[in-house]
C-alpha cells in the first residue's frame, strides 16, 4: 500500500500498528474488527487514497469477516490478519509484475519532473544486473540540461548514451540503427501538462521507435492524481506499464501505487531513493510484507548478488557470523546494496531497529584505514575479535599507523554489526514461530 517503514513512515508505523492491534486483541469480535476497519480507513485516506478505493476495502473485509464461514483449522485472528493483508495487496494489484530478459526497445514517457531521466538509468542498471547489455537514448531535446544529464547518469553506470540528431525522432532513428546492446531505453521531453506539443512529439517518436515497453513514470507525490495522468497517458500511446519513483520522501506514495492499479496499466517498477539500486521490480505481496514488517529476505538475496556478495556468504552474515577477516569486504559490498536502514528493512521483524545516527557511513578513506588495521591483527585477533584487549590495541595501532580511537572505532562498528544481524537470524526467521506461521498463510515465499 505504500513502501517500507523509512519511507512512507506515517503510514508504515500506522500499517503495522494495525497489525499489532489484532494481535493484542483479547478477543476478535464484531466490534473490534469494526474498530480496526475504522483505524484503516483514517490512515488511508490521510495517505491521500481515494474515497471510493477505501470505501469498497472495508466492505470487502466486513464480507470476509462478519458474513462469511470462518475457514477451518485458522483462528478468527489469524484470518482477521491475512484478511487484512491480502486486501491491502489486492488495492495495489495482485498480479507480480512481468517484464522480459531479452533484446528490447524500451520508451519511458511523463511529464516534466516525473524522474524519467533518472529512472532510465536506473532501469539501464536493472537491466545489467540482469546479465543483459543497456544503453541509454537521449530524446528530451525540450529541456536544455536533459542531454547532459543522461550522459553523466550513463557515464556513471558505464552504459553508452546515443544523443546523435536534432529531432527526437531522428535521434531514435540513429541510435536504433546504431545500437548492438541488448536493451534500448529511450528518455523523452516532459511538460507541465500533456500539451498538443507534448503529445504529437510523444505520438510520432513511439512510431519511430516502435517500442516493446512503453513505461510512464509517475511520482509518488501526484497521489491519487496518478490515475488522471495514468488514463491521459494511455489515450495518447499504448503504455504497457507504470513506473512510480520518489517512493522515499512522500505520504502520498500509497495513493499514487493504489491509483495506478486501477488504471488497468500494472505498476512494473518502483523507485525507493536515489541510489541506482534503490529500484525494483514491483511484487505487491513480497512489498507489503516488507512494510508491515515481516521483511524480504528474497529481495535481500537478490541485492546481495548484484553487489557481487555470493549467497552463501550473505546468509552467513545474515546470521552474524561475521569474522574480522571478512568484515571489510562484507561492509564493501553492503554498502553497494544502499543503506544499512533499507537492508535491516528487509530483514523479518527488524524493521523497527533504530540505527545510531551516521551508523556504516564509512568513507572510502576510512575503509583504507580500517583493511592496514585488521591486516596489523594475529590471525587469531581477526577470526576472535573479543580478545583485543588494549595491550593489543596498542600493538596494532602502531603496526597499522593508525591511531587507537581508529582501531577502537572499528572494534565497535565490528561488534554493533554482529549484533545487529545476529538478532535476526536471518531465514531462520522465516521457519519457526509466529512470524512463519503467518508468513506461510499470507503465502509469503521469502527463502
Known amino acids: 500500500m505504500a513502501i517500507n517503514c523509512m519511507v512512507l513512515q506515517n503510514f508504515g508505523q500506522g500499517l503495522k500498528e494495525l497489525f499489532r492491534k489484532i494481535a493484542g486483541m483479547p478477543v476478535v469480535d464484531e466490534n473490534a474488527i469494526e474498530s480496526i476497519i475504522k483505524e484503516m480507513q483514517r490512515l488511508l485516506l490521510q495517505s491521500d487514497v481515494d474515497v471510493l478505493l477505501v470505501s469498497q476495502l472495508s466492505k470487502e473485509i ?142 510520432e517518436l513511439a512510431m519511430q521507435i516502435e517500442a516493446d515497453e512503453i513505461l510512464l513514470v509517475l511520482p509518488a507525490d501526484m497521489g491519487q492524481v496518478a490515475r488522471k495522468q495514468a488514463g491521459e497517458f494511455r489515450k495518447l500511446v499504448n503504455i504497457t506499464g507504470i ?63 548484484e553487489a557481487g556478495i555470493e549467497e552463501g556468504k550473505a546468509e552467513k552474515m545474515l546470521e552474524g557470523n561475521l569474522t574480522m577477516n571478512d568484515f571489510l569486504d562484507q561492509l564493501e559490498a553492503m554498502q553497494k546494496m544502499g543503506s544499512l536502514q533499507k537492508i535491516t528493512e528487509m530483514i523479518p521483524g527488524f524493521s523497527n531497529v533504530k540505527l545510531p545516527a551516521g551508523y556504516l557511513d564509512v568513507q572510502e578513506e576510512k575503509m583504507k584505514k580500517w583493511k592496514y588495521v585488521i591486516q596489523s591483527m594475529t590471525k587469531g585477533e581477526r577470526e576472535n575479535p573479543e580478545i583485543i584487549r588494549a595491550g593489543r590495541i596498542a600493538r596494532i595501532s602502531k603496526g597499522s599507523g593508525a591511531s587507537q580511537q581508529d582501531v577502537r572505532e572499528l572494534l565497535k562498528n565490528y561488534k554493533q554489526t554482529q549484533k545487529l544481524l545476529g538478532m535476526a537470524k536471518g531465514k531462520k526467521a522465516l521457519k519457526r514461530g509466529p512470524l512463519a506461521s503467518l508468513a506461510k498463510q499470507f503465502g509469503i515465499n521469502m527463502g
Open 62 to 203: 466486513r464480507q470476509k469477516m462478519l458474513e462469511s464461514k470462518l475457514p477451518a483449522g485458522i483462528s478468527m485472528r489469524d484470518y482477521f490478519t491475512k484478511t487484512l493483508y491480502s486486501e491491502i495487496v489486492g488495492l495495489l494489484g495482485r498480479e507480480k509484475a512481468v517484464i522480459e530478459l531479452k533484446r528490447q526497445k524500451i520508451l519511458l514517457v511523463g511529464l516534466f519532473g516525473s524522474g524519467k531521466t533518472t529512472t532510465a538509468g536506473k532501469l539501464a542498471g536493472w537491466f545489467r544486473a540482469k546479465g543483459l547489455s543497456a544503453a541509454l537514448v537521449a530524446c528530451d531535446t525540450f529541456r536544455p540540461a536533459a542531454k547532459e544529464q543522461l550522459r553523466q547518469i550513463g557515464q556513471k553506470i558505464n552504459v553508452h548514451v546515443y544523443a546523435d540528431g536534432k529531432t527526437p525522432a531522428e535521434i531514435a532513428k540513429k541510435a536504433i540503427e546504431a545500437s548492438k546492446e541488448d536493451i534500448l531505453i529511450f528518455d523523452s521531453a516532459g511538460r507541465d501538462a500533456l500539451d498538443q506539443d507534448l503529445a504529437k512529439e510523444l505520438k
Open 243 to 305: 513506473i512510480v519513483t520518489k517512493l522515499d520522501g512522500t505520504a502520498k506514495g500509497g495513493a499514487a501505487l493504489a491509483a495506478a492499479a486501477v488504471t488497468g496499466s500494472a505498476v512494473k517498477f518502483i523507485g525507493l531513493g536515489e541510489h541506482i539500486g534503490d529500484f525494483e521490480l514491483f511484487e505487491p505481496e513480497r512489498f507489503v510484507g516488507r512494510l508491515i514488517g515481516y521483511g524480504d529476505i528474497k529481495r535481500l538475496l537478490e541485492k546481495a548478488k
